[in-house]
């Protein structure tokens, strides 16, 4: 018998200065067994990071073909791809190869490990960003789960700063690898 996943409801208020985005929206987020809630508010995270009206998670951890996150344009195409964690070389290369723009959110404390051996290949793809979240801020997101959330994010000079009605706050600060 296959393990369900635990649903999580996510109202999450965004206001993005960076990119002069403001928006609401109403997200259904699904946890599975062998997935950590923090790994799961990661996606939240980059949710956040990149709020579309396209953007939308993907079936999840049980869905090989697809990744964490995805936004299609009006016609279908593929325009953002985003991966969380250490995704393998020919993941990406795939990724590359279908979507205008890939994105890589890790967030380990030595991302370097997983990211050095495999850089040389993905060098030539233009369209791939690898984006690094401190351990040390992610460990915090385990503070704002609740089934159901109520959350507002705020971007500023590329800083997320999230919070919940109940006085939690996090910062969250993005490095670049690539």
Request: glycine share 6%.
């Amino acid at each position: 018998m296959a393990l369900k996943s635990t649903i999580y409801k996510a109202e999450l208020d965004i206001a993005d200065m960076d990119r002069n985005y403001y928006a609401t929206h109403s997200l259904t987020l699904a946890c599975h067994p062998s997935e950590s809630e923090t790994r799961m508010m990661i996606g939240l995270v980059a949710f956040a990071l990149n709020a579309h009206e396209r953007l939308a998670f993907s079936r999840g951890l049980g869905e090989t073909e697809e990744p964490d996150l995805w936004q299609r344009d009006l016609t279908g195409e593929l325009e953002l791809w985003i991966e969380l964690g250490h995704p393998d070389e020919r993941r990406l290369a795939k990724a590359c190869g279908r979507s205008r723009s890939v994105l890589v959110y890790t967030y380990s404390a030595s991302p370097e490990l997983w990211w050095d051996p495999i850089a040389g290949k993905l060098s030539k793809n233009r369209n791939l960003a690898v984006r690094r979240l401190d351990p040390a801020q992610t460990r915090g997101l385990e503070a704002l789960v609740q089934r159901s959330m109520s959350l507002s994010a705020s971007i500023q000079d590329g800083e997320l700063w999230l919070r919940d009605g109940e006085g939690h706050e996090l910062r969250i600060v993005t490095e670049t690898i690539k």
